[in-house]
């Protein structure tokens, strides 16, 4: 680690993945990234790891020009490790409202040699992207990565993608979306969330893509969700978009309804005022993206590329592939359960979670890990038949 930027080291230069950074040093330093000189989070390596790795295994074979453009780039952490760690990026635009933060990312690429890969713009992320939102311009990647709710940049974000393009996006207001402000979430995302389920983080990030699918088919353009992940502090989708190719609503769309009195969760066209299973009333969230969350032939090539890709935690990031990698064959109607909700719902230890698979598969219902939660598995299977697998697992 060096410092420059004066006798007071305010700047400091790191190294993440492969690629060196300049970073404010109160963001090594302080308890919260500063926002007032440049914002960079250190904490979100993991998250631009996965980023990285997710950039290489879309241009991987890509049919058009291989562009990023970066509208709230920060220091420009992501797109230059994008740029220096994958080598299949062509050229990277970034841009920051903040133009400290630009001029960070400026004095980044000239140290990776990425200057002549790399444009700089100091403009409203909405203004920027506008520039690339016409033929020819078009980007193969564009990444929104915002304080809070990314649903204010969907819109430009969409007109700025070419046809094929990967639409990557954060969301950091999770009070929101786990149902704290039902209103704000209505206004933001057209969707209502439901609160205190074990896993809101899915129907949080269903939630979003809800939205971004109802901005791009306005535009006559569909979006193909190929990975998502979550963490304490944001959730990350990626969505592929294909333009003059709206998808068809009632396939795309729906709710996510729950029963208290049984455990019971599931997606569908419609919000259901009464379980299947045991008849109860139910909550409902939604409208929201009822289809596939991964693509599994994506998450493969992911996982072929994270070697590859300089990256902090290669343990953790492997692990984490790999799970969505199992999950990616069981997307039906099924929201996750977790160990931890079934023991205390059935009265039973929690059983080894290998045992938990092979007793839904057993009884005939598709069943994975997720990628999602760290004791949770993904089934289709009704609750009755999830809490009977559950035992019948206890005494294997
Ligand atoms: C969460 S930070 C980006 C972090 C960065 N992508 C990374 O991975 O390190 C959000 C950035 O968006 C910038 N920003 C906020 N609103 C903006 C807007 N409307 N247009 C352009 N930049 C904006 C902020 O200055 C800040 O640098
Ligand atoms: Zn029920």
Redesign the pocket.
Known sequence: MQDHGGADGAIREITEGHTRLLVPSGALDGEAPP?DT????PR?VA??DVSTVAYAAHLDGFDGPPTML?????????GLRAANETSAIRHIHI????PK?VSLARGAALLNRLDAEASFSN????R?LSNYATRGRRGAIV?I???GSPAPFFDCAVRSLMHGGLLSC?A?DLQVLNGLFDEACQNRYGGMPTRGTTYGNETAIRIVLGCLRAVAARLGVSISPIFVSSDMHYYRMYARIKVGHAGAAHEEVGYATHCDACGGRWLGPRAEQECSTCGSETRRAGPLWRGPLFDGEFVNRMVQKAPHVGHARDGALHAHLERAREESAVQGTGLFYTLDEMASRTGVSPPRMAHVLESLREAGYPASRTSLAPTGFRTDAPSDAARDAFRQAAVR
Do not use: H, I, M, Y
């Open positions: 926002r440049a914002f960079f989070n979100s998250n631009r970066e509208p709230l780039a920060g220091v420009g952490a992501r841009n920051d409202v903040n933060a403009l409203e992320a909405c920027f990444d990565d915002p304080f954060t950091t």
